[in-house]
C-alpha cells in the first residue's frame, strides 16, 4: 500500500483542524466522536483522544478534522499531530473496525429556506462533501449517487453539495411546502443507509467542476491552493474566504473568484448554489461584496461582477 501524507488545512473555525490524506479512510461514511469511549468504533480516534487537548474528532472519506480545546494553538501542535496520524496510518492500523462500518450512520437532515425562493438548503450533521460541487444535470451526477438519485424527482432542477450541505434547486411546477420533507426524509435515509455520497474514483480524479456557464472552473475545496494568484487576486480571495463565503454558505450558496481586470478595477465571480439565480443576488453583490471590497481595497476595485449570475 502507498505511504499516506497528511497535509494541514485551517477551517473558519480556529479550533479546527483538517489534516487531509492522500488516500481513502472510510467508504462514503463520516464519524464523529465527542469523546474517548464514543471513539470505541475507531482506534484512531481513540488514540487521539489521549491528546489532552482535542476536544472533538470527525473522521471523513480522505480527512480526519479534530476540535481542540482553548488550552493550545494549532500552529504549536499541528505539525505533531499531522506526524502522529500519518505514523498511524501508515502501521496498517484500521481506522473503523469492521462492526461499526456494517451499522447505519446515526443521522439528522433538517431543512433551511434561503433567500432565492426557488432553493431549499437541507443540512446534515455528518460532513458529506471535502469541496465543492455543483451539478445541472442527472448527466453531471453520474459520479455522485445521491445527486443523481435527488434527480429522480421531476421538480429537481439543480443540486449542489458542500461541506454539510445540500442546496437543491427546483423546477416552479410545486410548492417547498409540498415536497421539503419528502426531500429531508429521502436524504436522511440514503446517508443512514451508508450509500456513497461521490463514487471514490471520482473524488480521486475530479479537480475542477464545470460553472453554470459551463466554460469557466473553478477549483474544488483548493481555490485559493490551485492557482497562482498575483498580490491583488490573493487579497480578494482572503477576503472572499475570511468574510464572504462564510455568509453566503449558511444561505445555501457558494461564491469563488473568477479573475480580476486592472484596468477597469472589476472583479469577476462566480455564484453557486442558492446564490445562482437568486432574484436578490445583484443586490447582494452590489451593496455587499462590492462595498466590502472597494472599501477594504481603494482604489484598486471600483466593480463586481458576476459571470453566471
Not at 5 to 30: D, G, H, R, Y
Not at 180 to 194: A, D, K, Q, V
Not at 269 to 295: D, F, H, R, Y
Request: hydrophobic content about 40%; overall charge negative; proline content about 4%.
Amino acid at each position: 500500500m502507498d505511504q499516506f501524507n497528511i497535509s494541514v488545512q485551517p477551517t473558519n473555525n480556529e479550533n479546527i483542524v483538517k489534516f487531509v490524506t492522500n488516500s481513502f479512510l472510510t467508504q462514503a461514511k463520516s464519524y464523529e466522536f465527542s469523546n474517548i469511549d464514543q471513539a470505541k468504533p475507531s482506534p484512531l480516534a481513540q488514540e487521539l483522544f489521549y491528546l489532552p487537548f482535542v476536544k472533538t474528532v470527525y473522521i471523513s472519506q480522505n480527512f480526519v478534522a479534530i476540535e481542540k480545546f482553548n488550552i493550545v494553538d494549532w500552529p504549536s501542535v499541528q505539525d505533531e499531530v499531522a506526524q502522529s496520524i500519518a505514523d498511524y496510518l501508515n502501521s496498517d492500523k484500521e481506522v473503523i473496525t469492521e462492526e461499526e462500518t456494517s451499522k447505519k450512520v446515526p443521522v439528522t437532515v433538517y431543512a433551511e429556506s434561503t433567500p432565492n425562493p426557488g432553493v431549499m438548503k437541507y443540512v446534515a450533521n455528518k460532513p458529506l462533501a471535502d469541496g465543492v460541487f455543483e451539478f445541472k444535470s442527472i448527466e453531471d451526477a453520474i459520479e455522485a449517487p445521491l445527486a443523481k438519485a435527488l434527480f429522480s424527482f421531476a421538480f429537481v432542477k439543480e443540486v449542489f453539495i458542500s461541506a454539510n450541505y445540500i442546496s437543491i434547486t427546483k423546477y416552479n411546477v410545486v410548492e417547498w411546502t409540498e415536497v421539503s420533507n419528502e426531500l429531508r426524509s429521502f436524504i436522511r435515509t440514503f446517508i443512514e443507509e451508508g450509500k456513497a455520497i461521490f463514487n471514490d474514483a471520482f473524488l480521486q480524479s475530479k479537480k475542477e467542476i464545470v460553472t453554470a456557464n459551463d466554460k469557466k472552473k473553478t477549483a474544488v475545496s483548493q481555490e485559493k491552493n490551485d492557482k497562482a494568484y498575483n498580490n491583488i487576486e490573493q487579497e480578494i480571495v482572503d477576503i472572499l474566504d475570511e468574510y464572504i463565503k462564510p455568509a453566503v454558505a449558511s444561505d445555501g450558496g457558494h461564491i469563488a473568484f473568477d479573475s480580476y481586470q486592472k484596468d477597469t478595477k472589476t472583479v469577476h465571480v462566480i455564484l453557486q448554489g442558492a446564490c445562482s439565480g437568486c432574484p436578490s443576488a445583484t443586490v447582494t453583490l452590489k451593496n455587499g461584496i462590492q462595498t466590502m471590497l472597494k472599501e477594504m481595497m481603494p482604489g484598486r476595485v471600483e466593480t463586481v461582477e458576476a459571470v453566471n449570475g
